[in-house]
């Protein structure tokens, strides 16, 4: 069973940054697929992005181009960069380990999350 603990969520101005760290028990880390999905109040959890061990990546629409998702697998730890956040990027984040299924990301563990405000 592998733990995953996410990190850097806070309260942010419209305009601004954040980067989300999320660090993994085990050391087989390198061989999954991680990514982050969010859930906004009264909304469905949908995924952000994520980010398979060969380097494919998955991005949702809305935010394309203002976020980023790395890995460092020396460190077991996946990040996202959010540039230009937007009232409508607040949410819990949580950070997943899975695989890709023809294309598809579909995880498989749960972080706790990390609250994300974007408010001025």
């Known amino acids: 069973q592998v733990q995953l603990v996410e990190s850097g969520g806070g309260l942010v101005q419209p305009g601004g940054s954040l980067r989300l760290s999320c660090v993994a028990s085990r050391s087989i880390f390198e061989i999954y697929a991680m990514g982050w999905y969010r859930q906004a109040p009264g909304k469905q959890r949908e995924l952000v992005a994520a980010k398979s061990s060969d380097g494919t990546t998955t991005y949702a629409n809305s935010v394309k181009g203002r976020f980023t998702i790395s890995r460092d697998n020396a460190k077991n730890t996946v990040y996202l960069q959010m540039n230009s956040l937007k009232p409508e990027d607040t949410a819990v984040y949580y950070c997943?380990?899975?695989?890709?299924?023809?294309?598809?990301?579909?995880?498989?563990?749960w972080g706790q999350g990390t609250q994300v405000i974007v408010s001025s």
């Open positions: 997943t380990r899975g695989d890709y299924y023809s294309g598809t990301y579909s995880p498989n563990s």
